[in-house]
């Protein structure tokens, strides 16, 4: 078969969005042996054993049904609950809650609910690697607003204002970042709802870190003055909870909203696998120590991370929360993927290039640092090895 040929049997839209930089990476790091992985972002605890069990349970009590379109009702209630009480948002079970195949199925679904050709959604760069995609697969247009380490990462009301056009239909946040780490205050963010109030914008807030914020509490978009008509809040179980092989996430947002999600994901996916539901529902009701714990160990290691970039010579702001490092390698005089490349293939330390995560990404790696306090000083080691020949 001819590439034309090819071509035409595939959607322009589809054709037109770019594989995953990280990919890339990992497939050459797959190939080789005694590889250091600060790649990967996710936990590396295992989910702890009274969810699997709660799980295993809902088996062997025959619960291999489907649930609900919008979840089992019990799990939603819970996630209202947890909601609730860890960050002052209230939604109600019935209709401003839908359990999702993870947060990416509610990114999707939450795009596709509210974009029309060419509507315009802007993404706080560096961002996680799906926003762009899945803007542009529901028939959007991205529109970058790069931050960079000047500000810590964070995005002013000034920046996201000069990117508004009167397409612009909505506005992609998340804080904690991922790959940065970046977090925003209170007072931060309610520039950035006045701003969403005036242009009356809509805010997908993506909250999957949440509960990795170290050193302030998390301020949730939702729970701002007059937020919670235009948000559309995001978050799941993958992260702080160490569930990402259970592909379980939620979606909250008002009820006019959340009913435009449901169709979609009623038709595309039925609903959330339920035995992974039974173990959400152990893990809100029983885990609220478990985070605690896994949080205050990606904090000591986070801590050791930046510390011993900084005397290595790899200036990294100090991040937030979630469980990434974003150090910047240009005084190296390389970008940032011949950094990661030289690093993969003369240290065999996996880091992703920041390129991959949009504007303001250049110039930096991302290292997750959720790998064994060993690795982290190994690969601390190496780098300062890699760097000393390199400079
Ligand atoms: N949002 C952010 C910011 C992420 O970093 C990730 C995963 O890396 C996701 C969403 C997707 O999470 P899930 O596993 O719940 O689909």
């Not at 701003?195 to 509960?211: N, Q, T």
């Not at 173990?279 to 050791?304: C, H, P, T, V, W």
């Not at 011949?338 to 250049?362: D, S």
């Amino acid at each position: 078969m001819t590439q034309t040929k090819l071509n035409t049997r595939l959607s322009k839209r589809v054709q037109e969005i770019k594989p995953s930089g990280i990919r890339r990476f990992f497939d050459l790091a797959s190939k080789m042996d005694n590889i250091i992985s600060l790649g990967v972002g996710e936990p590396d605890f295992v989910t702890p054993w009274n969810v699997r069990e709660a799980s295993i349970s809902s088996l062997e009590r025959g619960f291999t049904a489907y649930s609900a379109n919008a979840g089992l009702f019990e799990l939603r209630k819970e996630i209202s609950n947890y909601m609730s009480n860890r960050f002052s948002v209230n939604y109600d079970p019935e209709t401003e809650v839908l359990v999702t195949v993870g947060a990416s199925e509610a990114i999707d679904i939450g795009m596709r609910a509210i974009l029309d050709e060419g509507d315009e959604v802007i993404i706080v760069e560096p961002s996680f690697v799906s926003y762009v995609p899945l803007v542009q697969m529901a028939g959007g247009v991205a529109v970058s607003v790069g931050t960079s380490n000047e500000n810590q990462f964070k995005v002013s009301a000034k920046q996201i204002e000069a990117a508004i056009t009167p397409r612009t239909k909505a506005l992609m946040l998340c804080f904690p970042n991922n790959p940065t780490g970046a977090t925003m205050n209170g007072k931060e963010m309610q520039e950035i709802a006045d701003l969403a109030e005036c242009h009356d914008l809509l805010v997908f807030s993506d909250e999957i870190y949440a509960e990795l914020s170290y050193d302030e509490k998390h301020v949730s978009f939702a729970s701002l003055p007059n937020m919670k008509d235009r948000t559309i809040l995001i978050s799941g179980f993958s992260k702080a909870f160490a569930m990402t092989g259970w592909r379980l996430g939620f979606v909250m947002a008002s009820p006019d909203l959340l009913a435009a999600m449901l169709k979609l994901h009623q038709y595309s996916l039925m609903c959330a696998p339920t035995m992974a539901q039974y173990g959400a529902l152990e893990a809100l009701k029983s885990g609220m120590d478990d985070i605690e714990r896994m949080k205050q160990s990606y904090k000591q290691r986070r801590n050791f991370v930046v510390k011993s970039f900084g005397e290595i010579g790899l200036p990294c702001h100090t991040p937030g929360g979630a469980f990434y490092a974003f150090p910047s390698v240009e005084k190296t005089g390389l970008t940032s993927e011949q950094f990661a490349e030289k690093l993969l293939l003369e240290e065999r330390i996996a880091v992703v290039p920041g390129y991959v995560f949009g504007e303001g990404g250049e110039g930096h790696i991302r290292c997750s640092y959720a790998t064994s306090m060993d690795n982290l000083e190994q690969s601390v080691e190496r780098i300062d090895r890699f760097l000393r020949k390199l400079m």
